[in-house]
DNA sequence: AATGAATGAGTGTTCATTCAT
DNA sequence: CATGAATGAACACTCATTCAT
């Protein structure tokens, strides 16, 4: 008895969680190709093929649902510069080459790790001011942003102090990063069709470490 | 008599423009800190202090009052730009550095010129697939803001010829370049308060310049 | 000088008189081709070549306006009933037919006189239901349309005790005739395009005529 | 269980089609009071003591609604139509009288089914020109009110063929049987208020009848 | 007398969210 | 747990009418 009550109760936490994975990738689709306003709870519904109150079972509102796509996204971002910062504090970078290309890849291992919800990421980050979110829900995302900013200025401080890369302002440098990361994802993406631009960006975004390389690294 | 009129006439005239101007202002503000699909006409009227029909008489659309924003910031990237590359032609530029500095403060002159507009353009960029704007309006910028890439990669690719830059794939090159202004304008958006922002933006905009002097131009 | 006056004084008139005039022309147009509701003030001073404002110095409101397209076609109805029930007073009708034939000619050379107009009265009359004007406005049309219903059935009744006509029910007489008639001026409206209604009426309203005497007259 | 859910399904779909039939009741009246422009969907809510937006779960637009009510009319006055038609060709019709009663009755019957829709008819009929409906709804109508009149037209020939009607032209007879009808309706409409209503009409198609059998029936 | 400009009061339609079952 | 149905609150856009000149 006790036994199959728990098959039965693993059978029902697998079938939520599908379910939810079903209406996240849903949403992640919709919210992509119309933006945050223009999609509809009854797209994503329509999308997910169940109803619009199911839906409501597991997020409370849009928002939240918005935000459970965004913020995986912006905890890998965390982690990737987390291990950086450990294997830096190793001493295991033996040239600014190569912590500069860790940094950048860093984000970029993110970004093609779920493309979509990184371009979520930078679609709330361009709106955001223009949200009714709950406080909660904003503040928890600005917080892991926080972070993320922090572990990379003492990621770039600490390579300065070890005469990996050249001295400057951490401030300035780690937003240049970050923002010419970002600011080149856009650009491939309002370019390029969805095929091609995979590519693109692979490109462009090999040309970008090359020249930051040579701008950042010592030597 | 005729003279009255005239006066008459004139002053009617001014009064237009600066109505025209007030709506335009109020709309920046109110699509800058919204985004579009938040932004209301009733708000935008509120803060023009004007009725919201009064808005219709000046702008037919929501959209095209939102491109009324947009286009003199596009058209004057180009024009900054088509003044780089005459005097490209012209041989005035004896080093990469003064190349690239020029290229990226036509980018910058635009931003300070109204960065309010700029950042509206954007917004535009960012969330353009999926308006449902008329026709004729998307595509006049579209096709603004095509000429502008093709003017910069004509530039890039004379400033190579010239032996000012280094050799590289121009499409690349480019999209770093202005991939790299926005996405440094954006990222300081999103961190500073109105106040703080021109200052930060100034300060990592002087780095990003340096670094790319380094990593692009001859010698 | 008083002569010199009087002349600027009816030249005055006759400017103001086909100022009027080209109001009420454009206005029937209009609200001929889109109804009365449908029809704005701002197209009716469009085609009339005139500003708004200067619509409303000649006509209080909009459907005072559009009663001022309506009266004259129903006063002429009225007057041409009342030359057929003098002629008939008279005993100038020796068979019914021609009776017959000069009562729904009545209505026919209304119509012919202005048909737009007469359209218009119809539109009124079935939509009349619906409109919020002011209590004058209504009372003296209803008024007039009241008038002529009685002076029709004065004719019928004389019509009949002279022997002219085969005896029946007046009241319902009267709404057949008139009924027949704008049933037929709508039918045709709708089934043909402008230049063919014209000749289809006129062979549709002559069996009707040839129909209506056989049926009514007596012998 | 399974009878269980059956049950309640069924009470769903009944449930479902008295809304549907309350909202078409509603707008049955608020359209014939007011006018397709002059009905909002407010009032028809109003009077369906819904809300608007449970209005649009069921009719996409408002001319669907509008059209939803004409168009079982429009085919009542066609199926009539058919069902004289296979009489006629069974050779079932002895007089001109009965046939042409039949015609008669074929409107009057729609009407009576319900005269509040078969005003809604041609009230859509005197103003459709102006309407900005879907085109598909409009040809959907068009078509129909299309097929009466041939069905009309064939049965004119066919009885003046049997030798029932007296010989004229088919194309203007049928305009005048169905003028005539709809004139009267509107005339007693005009007229009477609505209780009055039903009786004036019923004396007044009467003798209409009368008529128009001495006028086309053979002997 | 004529007009450019302004506006109050609507309209149809949409959508996130909540009930009742 | 899932869902058909319902709705409050908006929102872009329109138009008869009125000022100010």
């Not at 519904?45 to 199911?54: C, D, G, V, Y």
């Not at 649902?65 to 890998?76: K, R």
């Amino acid at each position: 008895m006790t036994m199959h009550k728990k098959v039965i109760r693993e059978r029902r936490k697998k079938e939520r969680e599908q379910r939810i994975q079903s209406i996240l990738d849903a949403a992640s689709e919709v919210f992509l190709s119309k933006g945050y306003l223009k999609t509809t709870m009854d797209e994503i519904a329509l999308k997910a093929e169940i109803s619009k109150p199911t839906i409501y079972q597991y997020f409370e509102t849009k928002d939240v649902l918005f935000f459970s796509l965004i913020i995986p996204v912006t905890e890998m971002v965390g982690k990737e510069s987390d291990k950086v910062e450990k294997k830096l504090i190793a001493g295991e970078y033996t040239s600014g080459a190569s912590l500069i290309h860790d940094i950048l890849h860093a984000f970029y291992e993110s970004y093609k790790m779920d493309p979509e919800s990184f371009r979520l990421v930078m679609l709330f980050q361009q709106t955001h001011m223009a949200w009714e979110m709950k406080e909660q829900s904003r503040l928890s995302i600005m917080e892991k942003g926080q972070y993320n900013y922090e572990v990379g200025r003492r990621i770039l401080r600490l390579g300065m102090e070890q005469g990996l890369l050249r001295s400057m302002d951490v401030y300035a440098l780690i937003d240049i990063l970050w923002g010419l990361f970002v600011g080149i994802v856009q650009i491939e993406d309002i370019k390029a069709t969805k095929k091609e631009r995979r590519e693109n960006l692979e490109s462009t975004f090999k040309l970008a470490e090359t020249l930051m390389i040579d701008a950042v690294a010592k030597n």
